[in-house]
């Protein structure tokens, strides 16, 4: 994030929890910059609120409490965003039945994939070790993969000999 | 490599080639340390020692123009070592025919863990679209998953939407 997110950007925390990527772009991003952040949660709602209080960041933060599918909704078509971060599963601490899925994970991506900038860049960590986790690390890994490669340019990270299933990142970055 | 090689640091270029990362590696260790470059083919050596002479740096470094798998004869079994790197596959511009091959890759693999310190990095980038490639990658893979995550922690980077075969990175980083 720190090698793309400028002063000035205009960023997204798709999936806020517990607020720490959000503080750490409205960092990245000061003053003349603006994260919008989404989490269908009211406790992540209210522990982000917390923490950007706390780190007096609050001001170039907008946080709605709705899914991130609605995202399309609330940024406009024209609003170039440089960098999102989703962090996938369950808010940790929270409820693990509510997690994030497939289809409204990938409706996201796709609103943000249309107001991406040049070198803009979509950051997921996938989980795929809980209930349902499997299914949308699939579904996103299969749709990441067959990006046209002349508009997007997908990296995958992962460790490789861990006994559980860890996270793995995918790093969609716009040509 | 920037990231783990520092001044005084003893590191291994186990495909010298035509000597870019050579000369990374010296730059990076300094005087104080000392880089072990191998290579089977005399054009590598040759393109090696001279972009070594170019940029004022052979005296940190000593190149074997033998297999890597020859390196446990070469470098001390007490040799602490911070960092190796390995380019699979032929040399760019050189013989496609020439090719770093399963066996003595996990060879010399194998004897650089043994020399390697606490977070000291092996690092591989992996060519699979060459004749012979896919079987090294495999090799090479199966081995880097099988490693006892409690010693190595082991990450793959890869491009994942592109139609040509790229290559992927492993880092086998030591606990």
Redesign the interface.
């Known amino acids: 994030m720190n090698q793309v997110v400028n002063p000035g950007d205009h960023v997204i925390d798709a999936t806020v929890g517990n607020g720490h990527d959000t503080v750490y772009l409205a960092k990245l991003v000061g003053t003349t910059g603006h994260v919008d952040g989404f989490d269908i949660q009211p406790a992540a709602i209210k522990a982000t609120t917390s923490a950007l209080d706390k780190a007096a960041l609050s001001h170039q933060v907008t946080l709605w409490q709705m899914g991130h599918e609605h995202l399309a909704d609330k940024i406009a078509t024209d609003q170039p965003i440089k960098c999102a971060v989703f962090n996938l599963g369950y808010l940790p601490g929270g409820d693990k039945q509510i997690i994030t899925k497939p289809t409204t994970t990938l409706t996201a991506v796709k609103a943000i994939q249309e107001r991406l900038v040049t070198n803009g860049l979509i950051i997921l960590l996938v989980y795929a070790g809980h209930p349902g986790g499997a299914t949308e690390a699939q579904a996103v890994?299969d749709y990441?993969?067959?990006?046209?490669?002349h508009q997007?340019?997908?990296?995958?990270?992962?460790?490789?000999?861990?006994?559980h299933v860890p996270p793995y990142l995918?790093a969609i970055q716009k040509r």
């Open positions: 890994l990441a993969t067959n990006l046209d490669q997007f340019q997908v990296l995958q990270y992962q460790f490789i000999n861990q006994v995918l």
